[in-house]
Each structure stands twice: as structure tokens, then as C-alpha cells.
């Protein structure tokens, strides 16, 4: 990546701020970077991001291919600018209630904006772009937790940890119900057809515990797994870890 690309993009990443960058002479361009934007979140959005090409953003909008490249620099670049964007979309309500409540916010938040952007649990997340809309949610999930009793370094790290669990959970939970899609049958129909063969391969007192426990989770769940539920736990979990590391301290 040449610095110049670097610079290109954190100007468009806060092109609202500073204004539209002007592009090089010649014709007026058809889109906004807005439009375009716009664009690859809906290729994405039907795709994923394994698929996701330039080729295709410019299809969408009746472009030749190397005409996005006059909007922005690259894929890479591209896909920068769309994750700011999703993440500006459901707003930052105010906060309201005690610490746990409002990280219970800062959570949801993220799980329900996984599960309208499935692409987002693709993209490599090692050096984020600092766009607004992820600065402006950065600080909105510190104030959730301003003046609970961390310390600044506990503040970024409890963040980070909401983040990477939410992010874990929303993606095995995705994944079970793309499988489902793709096999076209539920939990429940796949193991109306298999239970013969693993009562013949799994009999009665094979397994006393994992055989209780999954049975009981089995009737419970009428699928494998109920991923809402183990969200909500772990959250729960978490949750009274740090309730009790703040309380050691009193």
C-alpha cells in the first residue's frame, strides 16, 4: 500500500468532515463515494465477502471496472469504508441504567449488526481503519463504562473483550444457520433421520452424562444448539467476573 492510498483513504473515510475530495480532471464523476459505499455493503450483503470484488461493486452500478478505482483506491480500501459505515447505522442511544445494562447495550449492539452484516465476521480486523463512525461508537462503548471503577487500560480491555466475544457467538451462530440453508433440513429433521444409527452406535449407558445433558438440552433447544441462549449466558458470565473484580476492590 503506497502512503499516498493511505492518505486517499482516511480523507474519504472522513469525507464528510473535510469535505469531498477532489478528484483528478475530467469528466464530472456519476456517483457519490457515498453511492459507492453503498453499493459494495449491498454486494457484500448478498455475497459475502469471500465473493466481493471491484468487478462486481461497478457492475452495480453500470460502471467499467477501473472507473471505481476513481472512486476509491482499492478492495482493501473499500471494504475499510464500508465497515465504518454499517457501524453508523443504528445510532448511539443514550445510556441509561448501571454499568452491566449498558454493556449489555454495547453488545446487542454488535451481535444484531453481525447478524445484518454476516460479511463483517470476515473482515480482517488486525489494524482497523479509524474511521468517524467507528470512533464516535469507541467512545460512546467507554462511556458505558466511565466511572464503573476500571482503570483506563481495564476500560479499553473489558471493551475489547465484549467485542471479541459478541464476535465469537455471532459468528458460530451464523455459521449453524448457514449450514441449515444449505443442507435444507433443521436440527431436528437431521437427527429424526440419523437417531437410529446413533442409538446402534451410542447405547444406552455409552455416555451417562453427555447422554443426560444433551438430552435435556436436545428438549429444550429442538435443535444442536440455541445460540441466543449461550450469547445471553456467556454475556451474563463476563459480566459477573467484572461485577466481582470491582468489587474485590471495596
Request: negative net charge; charged residues 25%.
Amino acid at each position: 500500500m503506497e502512503n499516498g492510498d493511505v492518505d486517499r483513504t482516511l480523507t474519504l473515510m472522513w469525507r464528510r468532515a473535510l469535505g469531498v475530495p477532489k478528484g483528478s480532471r475530467g469528466p464530472k464523476q456519476r456517483f457519490s463515494v457515498d453511492e459507492v459505499i453503498r453499493a459494495g455493503i449491498a454486494v457484500a450483503d448478498e455475497e459475502g465477502l469471500p465473493a466481493f470484488s471491484m468487478r462486481k461493486v461497478a457492475d452495480r452500478l453500470g460502471l467499467k471496472l477501473m472507473s471505481i478505482y476513481t472512486y476509491v483506491p482499492s478492495r482493501d480500501e473499500l471494504i475499510g469504508l464500508m465497515v465504518d459505515e454499517v457501524m453508523g447505522e443504528p445510532g448511539l442511544p443514550p445510556h441509561e441504567g448501571g454499568w452491566r445494562e449498558r454493556l449489555t447495550v454495547v453488545a446487542r449492539q454488535m451481535w444484531d449488526e453481525f447478524h445484518r452484516h454476516p460479511w463483517l465476521l470476515q473482515v480482517e480486523q488486525s489494524r482497523p481503519w479509524i474511521g468517524p463512525n467507528g470512533s464516535d461508537r469507541y467512545e460512546w462503548q467507554l462511556a458505558a463504562i466511565e466511572g464503573a471503577g476500571f482503570t483506563d487500560l481495564e476500560m479499553d480491555q473489558t471493551i475489547t473483550l465484549i467485542g471479541d466475544f459478541t464476535w465469537a457467538s455471532a459468528r458460530a451462530d451464523v455459521a449453524a444457520q448457514r449450514a441449515a440453508e444449505q443442507s435444507g433440513i433443521s436440527d431436528a429433521e437431521w437427527w429424526a433421520v440419523n437417531a437410529p444409527v446413533l442409538d446402534r452406535l451410542m447405547p444406552p449407558g455409552a455416555y451417562p452424562i453427555s447422554g443426560r445433558v444433551g438430552t435435556a438440552a436436545g428438549e429444550e433447544y429442538n435443535a444442536v444448539r440455541d445460540s441466543e441462549r449461550s450469547f445471553r449466558f456467556g454475556l451474563d458470565r463476563i459480566l459477573d467476573g467484572l461485577a466481582l473484580m470491582l468489587s474485590s476492590r471495596n
